[in-house]
């Protein structure tokens, strides 16, 4: 017998956030996921990558750790589509929507590890964050677009934001995965150590990737207007500049010849 994944939502998510519907839900839900973002802000930066700390437990292989910590939110929205009722999944509107964040994650778990070179471990207290993380969201973004809020096909695609929205998303990937490539091919085989990235956007900035996915999600949520996105636009934004911002000041710590007009994240301003 299959339990279709709004039966669980009600069985265990209205209990856990205190709720009575989906509208109150994904209400807290989207409260949740910013004050997670404004949170990371008082934290030192996250231990994996160049920061990994292992008293933080031990470590999980890098390439299963972003397989497995990214996947939720590819594979619960999924299972809305499969399983789910699918009360407003009817349109094209919420299957473009939904599936500009999938086609995030699907690329984030199974193509970027895929073609990491080798890294150190990931402590498994940030893997753990992550993939906890990541099934909030794929809950969220799933429940919303699937089963939830119904757009008007007929009223939204003739709104132009919808169109800006999804040209800044699929702009913002591009970076995205260029800045990535730039960064796995930085090292010449056999070759250690850290070296200043250049060409592109590395001449403005120290966190290309950083500022592409932030465009990717703000993309995203122009296109949508959905709570949910503007809320994982808003903690993308907050985690990945605080992140920035400590790249930036070990690169000039690291390299005395480092690029002096160098922004961390945000071009010619931060």
């Given at each position: 017998m299959?339990?279709?994944p709004?039966?669980w939502v009600?069985d265990?998510?209205?209990?856990l956030?205190?709720?009575?519907?989906?509208?109150?839900?994904?209400?807290r839900?989207?409260y949740?996921?910013?004050i997670?973002?404004?949170?990371?802000?008082?934290?030192?930066?996250?231990p994996?990558?160049?920061?990994?700390?292992?008293s933080?437990?031990?470590?999980v292989?890098?390439?299963?750790?972003?397989?497995?910590?990214?996947?939720?939110?590819?594979?619960?929205p999924?299972?809305?589509?499969?399983?789910g009722?699918?009360?407003?999944?009817?349109?094209?509107?919420?299957?473009?929507c939904?599936?500009?964040?999938?086609?995030?994650?699907?690329?984030?778990?199974?193509?970027?590890?895929?073609?990491?070179?080798?890294?150190?471990?990931?402590?498994f207290?940030?893997?753990?964050?992550a993939f906890?993380?990541?099934?909030y969201?794929g809950v969220?973004?799933?429940?919303?677009?699937?089963?939830?809020?119904?757009?008007?096909d007929?009223?939204w695609?003739?709104k132009?934001?919808?169109?800006?929205?999804?040209?800044?998303y699929?702009?913002?990937?591009?970076?995205?995965?260029?800045?990535?490539?730039?960064?796995?091919?930085?090292?010449?085989?056999?070759?250690?150590?850290?070296?200043?990235p250049?060409?592109?956007?590395?001449?403005?900035?120290?966190?290309?990737?950083?500022?592409?996915?932030?465009l990717?999600?703000?993309?995203?949520a122009?296109?949508s207007?959905?709570?949910?996105?503007?809320?994982h636009?808003?903690?993308?934004?907050?985690?990945?500049?605080?992140?920035?911002?400590?790249?930036?000041?070990?690169?000039?710590?690291?390299f005395?010849?480092?690029?002096?007009?160098?922004k961390?994240?945000?071009?010619?301003?931060?």
């Amino acid at each position: 017998m299959i339990v279709r994944p709004e039966e669980w939502v009600k069985d265990y998510l209205y209990p856990l956030f205190r709720v009575s519907n989906d509208e109150e839900l994904i209400t807290r839900m989207c409260y949740g996921t910013v004050i997670y973002g404004l949170l990371t802000l008082i934290l030192k930066e996250a231990p994996y990558g160049r920061y990994s700390n292992y008293s933080y437990g031990f470590g999980v292989p890098v390439k299963l750790a972003w397989c497995l910590q990214e996947a939720p939110s590819f594979y619960i929205p999924l299972i809305f589509v499969v399983y789910g009722q699918k009360t407003a999944y009817g349109g094209v509107v919420n299957q473009m929507c939904l599936g500009m964040f999938m086609m995030h994650y699907f690329q984030r778990s199974f193509i970027f590890p895929l073609l990491m070179k080798s890294s150190k471990p990931t402590p498994f207290l940030a893997f753990f964050c992550a993939f906890l993380t990541c099934l909030y969201n794929g809950v969220l973004h799933g429940l919303y677009f699937v089963n939830f809020y119904h757009y008007m096909d007929d009223v939204w695609l003739y709104k132009p934001y919808f169109y800006i929205g999804f040209c800044l998303y699929l702009y913002g990937m591009k970076i995205n995965i260029g800045a990535d490539s730039a960064l796995r091919y930085l090292r010449k085989e056999g070759e250690t150590g850290y070296k200043i990235p250049t060409g592109n956007w590395f001449e403005l900035l120290s966190c290309p990737n950083y500022f592409g996915e932030i465009l990717e999600m703000w993309g995203y949520a122009l296109a949508s207007l959905a709570p949910p996105a503007i809320a994982h636009a808003i903690f993308t934004t907050l985690f990945l500049t605080h992140r920035a911002v400590h790249h930036h000041r070990w690169y000039i710590k690291k390299f005395e010849d480092y690029p002096k007009s160098r922004k961390a994240v945000l071009p010619y301003l931060l």
